[in-house]
Every structure is written in C-alpha cells, then in structure tokens.
C-alpha cells in the first residue's frame, strides 16, 4: 500500500480556483493511476479525475474544462487544478492510488458567496 496526504482545501469564492496536492509516501512512477474523487454530502463518492502511469488523464464531464490534474514525480505529488469553481464543487476531496492501492485522509473544498 502507499501512504497518501492531501491538501489545499478551503473556502472559495464561485469562480475562484484552489489547487490540491496529494503526497505519496513513496515513488509515484511505477502506480498503476492516481486521481480524485469527491464526496458531496448526502451524495456517493465521484471520480472526477485521474492519470495514468503513461501520464493519459480521464475526467469526469462535471468538471472537465474546468479542472487540470497533473502530476511531479520527482516530488511524489500529483495535483488538481480547479478552476471556475461553482457551488456544487463543494465536497470533499480524496486522492487515490491504484496498484499500490492508497487513499487519503480527505480535504473539504466549500465554494460559497
């Protein structure tokens, strides 16, 4: 398994942007993919985004346009650009990892005038 810590939730603005980060405890190079889901209350768990060991990404069509994930494998990270964000981004925001498998603790992003 690989250890995972998220951050760079917080209170936004709609149409404001967040960046979040998702430390493994290891290399990154050889996992199969990574990515975010998300969680609304009273929602099931969302995929929104994903990346590829080849570096192929995947969105879902909620936020595709809107948001970017990318990867540094020198720094374990793998990040998730929001942009334009809209009320119902409001969740919260896990970082996965497959094959090793892993999942983080879980950052809430609130979007909110």
């Known amino acids: 398994q690989v250890q995972l810590v998220e951050s760079g939730g917080g209170l936004v603005q709609p149409g404001g942007s967040l960046r979040l980060s998702c430390v493994a405890s290891g290399s990154i190079f050889n996992i199969n993919s990574m990515g975010w889901f998300r969680q609304a209350p009273g929602k099931e768990r969302e995929l929104i985004a994903e990346i590829t060991s080849g570096g192929s990404t995947n969105y879902a069509d909620s936020v595709k346009g809107r948001f970017t994930i990318s990867r540094d494998i020198a720094k374990n990270t793998v990040y998730l650009q929001m942009n334009s964000l809209k009320l119902e981004d409001t969740a919260v925001y896990y970082c996965?990892?497959?094959?090793?498998?892993?999942w983080g603790q879980g950052t809430q992003v609130t979007v909110s005038s």
């Open positions: 996965y990892a497959h094959l090793p498998n892993g």
